[in-house]
């Protein structure tokens, strides 16, 4: 298993060790006892899985109170994947990160409480999975404009299909401190 660090501390990049054979491939998605000697949880209360055409965006999302840290790959297709630093106080906050996610390349992302975390499907059909650390809470689910432009993720040239939710998500420097999680050192 390799990690690979990324411009924002805590979000990181983990490439599983791959075991292949005549038949196919073997690894592992998850393992406590090693993910934890990387500084990830070593307990999760909920797993994902959507599906995805392409151009679909999904993001950016967060919840507050009740944050969720994500470990997310992708099990079919391709995705650009994206978390953004909104913790109020942190030093790279407003900063994103990127990276292409695939079931061919097995990159893992995890994206630590306190982040935004969007996606789009860059392959025809892309199946997304992903564990998180909290309850999905509907009454704490909160969504940033993916295209905020202060944040200026450069996203892949596709023309994005949204949620009605996510097309009318705020900008940042518009959602009230209250409503953002706080950076602790
Ligand atoms: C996220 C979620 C949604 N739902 C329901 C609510 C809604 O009716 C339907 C679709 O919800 P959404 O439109 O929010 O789904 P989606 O846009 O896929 O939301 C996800 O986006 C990515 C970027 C994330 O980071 C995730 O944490 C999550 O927010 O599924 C659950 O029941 N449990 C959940 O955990």
Not at 27 to 48: D, I, K
Not at 94 to 110: C, D, I, M, P, Y
Request: glycine share 8%.
């Amino acid at each position: 298993m390799k990690i690979i660090e990324t411009p924002l501390p805590g979000c990181l990049i983990i490439e599983p060790a791959v075991f292949g054979d005549e038949r196919g491939c073997f690894y592992e998605t998850w393992n406590a006892e090693r993910y934890r000697q990387h500084g990830l949880p070593s307990s999760f209360v909920q797993s994902n899985a959507s599906s995805s055409v392409r151009g679909v965006l999904r993001g950016l999302h967060y919840q507050w109170p009740h944050p969720q840290g994500k470990l997310v790959s992708v099990m079919s297709g391709e995705v650009f994947d994206v978390a953004v630093d909104i913790r109020k106080g942190s030093p790279t906050f407003g900063q994103w990160t990127s990276v292409l996610l695939s079931a061919e390349n097995k990159r893992q992302f995890w994206i630590p409480e306190g982040f935004a975390h969007g996606f789009m499907a860059t392959s025809e059909h892309a199946v997304f999975t992903y564990l998180c650390t909290d309850l999905y809470n509907s009454a704490t689910d909160s969504n940033i404009a993916w295209d905020d432009p202060e944040i200026g993720i450069e996203w892949p040239d596709i023309a994005p299909s949204l949620s009605a939710k996510d097309a009318r998500a705020p900008r940042l420097r518009d959602v009230s401190d209250t409503q953002l999680p706080v950076f602790s050192a």
